[in-house]
């Protein structure tokens, strides 16, 4: 079974451009997270689609923004850089199975903002 | 709002001895999930071990086990014969009922040849 993949896995945008990310999820997982991963925040949660629909979105501005199309896979668009957008960006596929919960990330996108 | 701490930025242990990585959290929720992920090197994030909250057993993986005490909010990790190939940043995570994992700031875990 396939993982998580996730493309670009590394990029290179200047200040004020825009970026798009995508994320195809392990086939069978209905559900898409985004986080970031940054030296001095952390792992940060982006937002998360489940069917096409947003159910939640963590505390970053508007410039930060996502889609699920109707085959799971998902992108997230970045615009107007700046340079504390560099990150790197992970990318996770979940679902309940039976009484369990599974979640399993991509290798991630490299973003570095110059 | 939910936290999830871990108390050792940093720790270090000898080939095939057994390392224990501590966690706690805070949550007002019954029903959760936690997680142990590994990031190594090349910063793949992988699931190490999950533990259902509704369930009183302590979830094992091989040589991965964890004490999941819940009425003290902690959750920790226990490696036992500490391989090479263990050492990386290992990450407590919490999931909430929004579909979010909160997560910890991270252990640099060090195996010792």
């Known amino acids: 079974k396939a993982g998580v993949t996730q493309t670009p896995r590394y990029l290179i945008k200047t200040r004020g451009q825009q970026v798009t990310l995508s994320c195809s999820p392990i086939?069978?997982?209905?559900?898409v997270s985004w986080y970031q991963q940054t030296p001095g925040q952390g792992l940060q949660f982006l937002f998360e689609y489940f069917s096409e629909t947003q159910r939640n979105k963590g505390n970053f501005p508007g410039r930060f923004s996502g889609r699920q199309f109707s085959n799971s896979r998902s992108e997230m668009n970045v615009s107007t850089l700046e340079l504390g957008d560099s990150a790197l960006y992970l990318c996770?596929?979940?679902?309940?199975?039976?009484?369990?919960?599974?979640?399993?990330f991509g290798p991630g996108t490299r973003l570095t903002v110059t | 709002a939910q936290t999830v701490t871990q108390s050792q930025p940093e720790m270090s242990v000898q080939e095939a001895e057994t390392v224990t990585l501590s966690c706690t959290y805070d949550?007002?929720?019954?029903?959760?999930?936690l997680f142990w992920y590994k990031q190594p090197p090349s910063r793949q994030m992988i699931l190490v071990i999950r533990q259902e909250a509704y369930k009183q057993q302590n979830a094992t993986e091989n040589r991965f086990s964890v004490n999941f005490q819940k009425a003290a909010k902690s959750f920790s990790l226990k490696i036992s014969d500490s391989q090479l190939g263990d050492a990386a940043m290992y990450f407590c995570?919490?999931?909430?009922?929004?579909?979010?994992?909160?997560w910890g700031a991270g252990t640099k875990l060090i195996i010792k040849p």
């Open positions: 995570a919490y999931k909430d009922s929004n579909y979010q994992l909160i």
């Open positions: 949550t007002s929720e019954s029903d959760y999930y």
């Open positions: 086939s069978g997982h209905r559900s």
């Open positions: 996770a596929s979940s679902r309940i199975a039976g009484d369990s919960y599974e979640q399993y």
